[in-house]
């Protein structure tokens, strides 16, 4: 079993950055592939970025390559996403989800993932 806890959400003006944490409990937190998806309202849950067990590998969705990045730290079991160049259309509830299936193409999918936080708010006002 393994419980995440998101933090680090709050209102940021656009061109301002935010740096997300998931702090995970749990023995088994290193050998999880960690991932971050959002939700805006009225939308979809959609993936943002996955991290391997070891850091080594990420996955991105394109529009947020080179903006977002997505790191761990396997000794504190934490998983961050530092969000910098935000827009106003990365409003919305971000998510930490761990999933025990290796990082691979299907690491976009939600049905992937097996634990789930409760999510932190991002508001981007412009």
């Known amino acids: 079993q393994v419980q995440l806890v998101e933090s680090g959400g709050g209102l940021v003006q656009a061109g301002g950055s935010l740096r997300l944490s998931c702090a995970a409990s749990?023995?088994?937190?290193?050998?999880?592939?960690m991932a971050w998806f959002r939700q805006a309202p009225g939308k979809e849950r959609e993936f943002v970025a996955a991290?391997?067990?070891?850091?080594?590998?990420?996955y991105y969705v394109d529009s947020m390559k080179g903006r977002f990045t997505i790191s761990r730290d396997n000794a504190k079991n934490t998983v961050s996403l530092r969000m910098n160049s935000l827009k106003p259309e990365d409003t919305a509830n971000y998510y930490c989800?761990?999933?025990?299936?290796?990082?691979?193409?299907?690491?976009?999918?939600?049905?992937?993932?097996?634990?789930w936080g409760q999510g932190t708010q991002v508001t981007v006002s412009s």
């Open positions: 989800a761990a999933s025990s299936r290796p990082l691979s193409g299907s690491s976009w999918y939600e049905s992937e993932y097996d634990y």
């Open positions: 991290i391997n067990w070891s850091g080594v590998r990420t």
């Open positions: 749990g023995r088994t937190f290193s050998t999880y592939t």
